[in-house]
């Protein structure tokens, strides 16, 4: 198991950074497999804020923002950042479905 985590990791980092879709699961690489937190945030951030990416790539990665805060016991600033996928995403069903549980659950 944890020679196919580091072979896609590998695999992921070695290709483009400006496909989103991309770079959310080089971000979620960090974040879950190497528990880099703050590395994984960051890039998060980034997606987020690209105004080009999709979306439903900028929910998912709000959602990861969110997930990321819980981690780190920041629980307010994740309750902001779920209630904020419910108010500027409400499109992206899946995502806010997974915010608003998010939020019963802090």
Do not use: N, W
């Not at 690489?29 to 979306?55: C, F, Q, S, T, W």
């Not at 981690?71 to 950042?81: D, H």
Request: with cysteine; hydrophobic share 45%.
């Amino acid at each position: 198991m944890t020679q196919t985590l580091l072979f896609t990791s590998m695999l992921l980092f070695s290709q483009s950074d400006t496909d989103p879709a991309e770079r959310l699961v080089r971000a979620e690489v960090l974040e879950v497999a190497k528990g880099d937190l703050e590395k994984a945030m960051a890039e998060y951030r980034a997606i987020e804020a690209d105004e080009k990416a999709p979306a439903s790539i900028r929910a998912r990665a709000l959602l990861a923002i969110g997930r990321c805060q819980r981690k780190r016991g920041e629980l307010e600033a994740a309750r902001r950042t779920f209630a904020d996928i419910l108010a500027r995403h409400p499109a992206e069903k899946e995502t806010a479905r997974q915010a608003k549980g998010f939020l019963e659950e802090i």
